[in-house]
Nanobody
């Protein structure tokens, strides 16, 4: 069955960095655009970044542009999100999914606080 397992979240101070991973299985990962999404406390889930099937094209929400980098390893069926210069407003549960948002995993908690 389809599985998307996010990991790498945690507690970090403002200005710090985290690298999130998303292990995918059960579908042709390399054929799909993939994306990262997040849900802050008390807010709706929002799109963060997306990447084309082979990684040649990337797009970012204005709120994270210049700070976050999305990447993928199609051999390992893994999606990544490198997050630098983290801000308290980046706090939330981070999810990976196809760009069409076909599947949702459990997400991984990111907390940016001093």
């Amino acid at each position: 069955q389809v599985q998307l397992v996010e990991s790498g979240g945690g507690l970090v101070q403002p200005g710090g960095s985290l690298r999130l991973s998303c292990a995918a299985s059960g579908f042709p990962f390399s054929s799909y655009w993939m994306g990262w999404y997040r849900q802050a406390p008390g807010k709706e889930r929002e799109w963060v970044a997306r990447i084309s099937s082979r990684g040649g094209s990337k797009n970012y929400a204005d709120s994270v542009k210049g700070r976050f980098t999305i990447s993928r390893d199609n051999v390992k069926n893994t999606l990544y999100l490198q997050m630098n210069s983290l801000k308290p407003e980046d706090t939330g549960v981070y999810y990976c999914n196809t760009d069409s948002r076909n599947y949702w995993g459990q997400g991984t908690q990111v907390t940016v606080s001093s």
